[in-house]
């Protein structure tokens, strides 16, 4: 059976940082693209940052340099550090994997995590 758990999430004043991480279990995603979405209240889920298949790393133009994503060496973790967060980035963060070319829409995730909620406020 495919997992894909994150954890991470949690309450965060604006300016600070938080680490997401996403463990995948089940199978091998040598072949996968791995990445972050998120999704806010009442809002479309939307692209956060993707290592592609090919080892491509794409961001949305809102991360602006604060987040980083990054795989561990043996592909079954995945993780995205954010940096100077600001309350616009409150939402649940969900981690996917994907056999696209180029993931960065929720239909190229073959496979998603439960999300994680990250919350920006002070």
């Known amino acids: 059976q495919v997992q894909l758990v994150e954890s991470g999430g949690g309450l965060v004043q604006p300016g600070g940082s938080l680490r997401l991480s996403c463990v995948i279990s089940g199978r091998t995603f040598s072949g996968y693209g791995m990445g972050w979405f998120r999704q806010a209240p009442g809002k479309e889920r939307e692209f956060v940052a993707v290592i592609s298949r090919t080892g491509g790393i794409y961001y949305a133009d809102f991360v602006k340099g604060r987040f980083t994503i990054f795989r561990d060496q043996a592909k079954s973790l995945v993780f995205l550090q954010m940096n100077s967060l600001e309350p616009e980035d409150t939402a649940v963060y969900y981690c996917?994997?994907?056999?696209?070319?180029?993931?960065?829409?929720?239909?190229?995730?073959?496979?998603w995590g439960q999300g994680t909620q990250v919350t920006v406020s002070s």
């Open positions: 996917g994997a994907s056999p696209a070319v180029i993931p960065t829409a929720p239909a190229d995730v073959e496979y």
